[in-house]
């Protein structure tokens, strides 16, 4: 699949996650079945790459080389990136558990690195510190993806985010539809404008 064409971001983000300690089994389980859902519900060109092979991944078990890994990378301006994020169950006492990713902003690496993180935080509540360079400006949307997707979710993110300027009307979920669907394929200026709006109703910049 031809990836997106887009132009070369003016600035990566960076995400600090510090893992606190060792996530429960239960709690993972339940984190691996969050993502799973995340990978089917996002359109095929919006999906991680392998960093074994930098292509695009096809199933969500790619995800997982080992049940307590998660390991996926992406694409910058259409060019594989070999930058991977690799999160475990287990914290290693090896270590201080900090795990530095940078991320190219306006791509969709980011929004899935995003999407993950809330996730991680939240079904790994306590075990993971979560920052980014680019504020809390950067939660606002995956949290507004997830619930969208899940009614149901009651979602904390890794920094409180202002959402009385978010418009919730058409450009709000024109945004979040296009987002969505597994068949479907976002064109390159379905994804600028999905950028744009991002700015324009949560306040993510992209000079950071």
Known sequence: ????????????????VTQKATV?????????????????????????????????MERSSELFPDPEMFLFSGMDGGDFTDQSVLITR???????????????HGQPVDLFTRLAL??????????????????????SLPVRWLCRHDATLNLSSP???????????????????????????VTTQEWLLINEFE???????CSL
């Open 159 to 185: 920094a409180s985010f202002r959402d009385d300027n978010v418009f919730n009307g058409t450009a709000d979920e024109l945004m979040l539809a296009m987002m969505s669907g597994a068949e479907r394929v």
């Open 24 to 56: 429960p089994p239960e709690r993972w389980a339940t984190f691996v079945l969050a993502i799973t859902g995340v990978f089917w519900q996002l359109p095929v060109n919006l999906r991680p790459c392998n960093p074994v092979n930098g292509l695009r």
């Open 118 to 139: 809330v996730l991680l935080y939240n079904h790994g509540e306590g075990c993971f510190e979560i920052t980014s360079s680019a504020g809390a400006a950067s939660w």
């Open 199 to 205: 700015y324009r109703l949560y306040g993510l910049r």
């Open 1 to 16: 699949m031809t990836p997106l064409s887009l132009p070369a971001c003016t600035a990566d983000v960076h995400y600090i």
């Open 90 to 104: 287990s914290r290693s006492d090896s270590t201080d558990g900090k795990l530095d990713v940078i991320t190219p």
